[in-house]
């Protein structure tokens, strides 16, 4: 199983070093909840039996002078647990932000990009800051987690994150290949329109809003989408994610489980379509 | 003399046995006579006694389970701001509930006094997590 959605901002290791890293987590990011070992996160994942998971950071620069954890910060962790699959984040309304990217890809290894438009203030079909990460992304192979719908994070603009911006970003990248996360909700039905529409977009499973992670989940995938529609043609389209710290990965699995979904549509949203996305085999031939 | 005393939890549901660990801090605090108090620090876990079995160990666990199933239209099932966290688990707080966050037993000639088949267990009701619970000795 392979979790394409969690934030280590939790981690204790982290941040009994980083004073910095505490109050963003805790003001910007709105995390309250005392760290943990890092072996705790770990367990986390066993006990929901996932294999890998992708860390994402934030890069908040320029809208709150932090980084949600830095870039070296998650190859860090990657280097220490090759269960991790690190992404980067760039601060778009940075000039350097392409160079950046392609820093933190070349030497450090981090294998896709993470934007939280909500948190970082850009528009996501900004031309002139937004475009040039897109651009250099798609360039070096790199899939995007963006952030999309409603922010939890204190400092967080959710009007920001409406995933229809994201059309015109699918128009002019073709190759970019872009994971719309918390299904867009409440822009489900849009975020899904994305998907249906065009093969470069992705929805991950990490739906939040009110209820346990399984009646989110179902109501999302369920009664807004159709399971239906759903197995005929988002198959290949849909990642398990499970947004730890935000829940517990084992709930977000239950909530997959509970859905009762085909064997194979379960398989492919909980490994073989993130493994085919992040390139790491084992995917499903 | 109060300890505090750390656990690294490793599932979601577990019995762990801290009755070695509890007569160890009772033996270090030289108190002769007087009683232990042993407690735990969360709202989703709990400390009790049974016999130290794994049969009952699972089945304990088990029928906690089935008294307060997973799936119910809890009220605890929303985000909680003051976390930051979804807070979703109602079946750990009432598993916790039944069970209670504390035990005391007698200190005599420096050793707990307990029947040979009671063991003291930290039940984790909601791991993985670091816990922690404590020890306190009061006596002479």
């Not at chain 2, 119910?72 to 750990?92: E, I, K, T």
């Amino acid at each position: 199983m392979i979790d394409v959605h969690t934030h280590p901002v939790q981690v204790a290791e982290l941040l009994r070093d980083d004073p910095a890293l505490v109050r963003a987590v805790r003001e910007v990011f709105g995390l309250f909840m005392p760290p943990q070992p890092l072996e705790t996160f770990l367990l986390h994942l066993d006990e929901a039996g996932i294999d890998r998971a992708v860390l994402l950071p934030i890069d908040c620069t320029t809208a709150h002078g932090v980084t949600i954890v830095s870039n070296e910060q998650v190859a860090a962790l990657v280097e220490r647990c090759p269960r991790f699959i690190g992404f980067a984040s760039v601060d778009p309304n940075l000039p350097d932000a392409p160079a950046t990217l392609e820093h933190a890809a070349q030497e450090y290894g981090l294998r896709g990009v993470k934007l939280d438009p909500a948190l970082q203030q850009f528009a996501i079909d900004d031309p002139q800051r937004a475009f040039p990460v897109y651009a250099r992304a798609e360039e070096l192979g790199l899939p995007l987690l963006i952030h999309c719908g409603m922010s939890w994070a204190p400092k967080g603009r959710s009007a920001l994150a409406n995933p229809l911006a994201l059309e015109a970003v699918v128009q002019a990248f073709p190759r970019l290949r872009i994971i719309i996360a918390h299904l867009g909700w409440p822009w489900v039905n849009e975020a899904a329109m994305l998907a249906f529409r065009y093969p470069t977009v992705y929805l991950d499973t990490s739906v939040l809003f009110s209820g346990t992670p399984t009646e989110s989940l179902r109501q999302a995938l369920q009664t807004s989408i159709g399971i239906d529609a759903l197995d005929r043609s988002l198959s290949r389209q849909i990642v398990f994610g499970s947004n730890y710290p935000r829940v517990d990965p084992k709930r977000a699995a239950w909530a997959v489980e509970a859905l009762g979904l085909r064997p194979k549509l379960q398989q492919r949203i909980f490994h073989d379509n993130a493994a085919a996305l992040l390139g790491l085999g084992g995917g499903e031939a | 003399m109060l300890e505090r005393v750390g656990v690294q939890t490793t599932a979601d549901t577990q019995a762990i046995d801290v009755t070695g660990r509890v007569r160890e801090i009772v033996t270090a605090s030289g108190v002769q006579n007087g009683r232990v108090f042993v407690n735990t620090l969360h709202t989703t876990t709990a400390i009790t006694v049974n016999e130290g079995l794994e049969d009952l160990e699972d089945d304990l666990l088990e029928f906690l389970r089935d008294l307060v199933p997973a799936e119910r239209p809890y009220r605890h099932a929303r985000f909680l701001h003051s976390d930051g966290q979804m807070a979703v688990n109602a079946p750990s707080h009432l598993r916790g509930a039944l069970l209670g966050m504390h035990v005391s037993f007698p200190v005599a000639d420096g050793a707990i006094v307990a029947g040979s088949r009671q063991t003291i267990y930290f039940v984790e009701l909601d791991g993985p997590l670091f816990r922690e619970y404590t020890v306190q000795v009061l006596g002479e």
